[in-house]
C-alpha cells in the first residue's frame, strides 16, 4: 500500500506556472504507474497525464498536451506536474494517482485504472 500527498498549489494569476509535487509513501514508488487527474466540484474528475514506473514513457490528454509535463524521481519517490500558460478553467482540486504494476512502461489514463489516490492541492488562476 501506498500513501500519496499532493503539494504546490496555490493562488496564482492567468498565465503564470506552477509545479506541483506528489511524494509516494514506502519507498517503493518505482513499482507504480503514475497519473495526475483534477476536479472541479459537480464535475467528473478528469485525466491529465500520466507516466509509466520508469519514467520513460507518457500520456496527456489533449488539452494539456504542450502546457502540462509529468516526471518523476524514483529515487526521491516524488512525481511531479509542470503546469504553464495556467488559465482560469484551470482551476480545479488536483490530484495524483498510483498504482501497483508489473509491466515498467505501462501508462493509465483512468480514474478507474487507479487504486491509490492522494487529498489533492487546489489551485486557483485568477483572470
Known amino acids: 500500500q501506498v500513501q500519496l500527498v499532493e503539494s504546490g498549489g496555490g493562488l496564482v494569476q492567468a498565465g503564470d506556472s506552477l509545479r506541483l509535487s506528489c511524494a509516494a509513501s514506502g519507498r517503493t514508488a518505482s513499482k507504480y504507474a503514475m497519473g495526475w487527474f483534477r476536479q472541479v466540484p459537480g464535475k467528473e474528475r478528469e485525466f491529465l497525464s500520466a507516466?509509466?514506473?520508469?519514467?520513460?514513457?507518457?500520456y496527456y490528454a489533449d488539452f494539456v498536451k504542450g502546457r502540462f509535463t509529468i516526471s518523476r524521481d524514483n529515487s526521491k519517490d516524488e512525481v511531479y506536474l509542470e503546469m504553464n500558460s495556467l488559465n482560469p478553467e484551470d482551476t480545479a482540486n488536483y490530484y495524483c494517482?498510483?498504482?501497483?504494476?508489473?509491466?515498467?512502461?505501462?501508462?493509465?489514463?483512468?480514474?478507474?485504472?487507479?487504486?491509490?489516490w492522494g487529498q489533492g492541492t487546489q489551485v486557483t488562476v485568477s483572470s
Open positions: 507516466i509509466s514506473r520508469n519514467g520513460k514513457n507518457t
Open positions: 494517482a498510483a498504482k501497483r504494476i508489473v509491466f515498467e512502461n505501462t501508462v493509465l489514463a483512468r480514474t478507474t485504472d487507479y487504486d491509490y
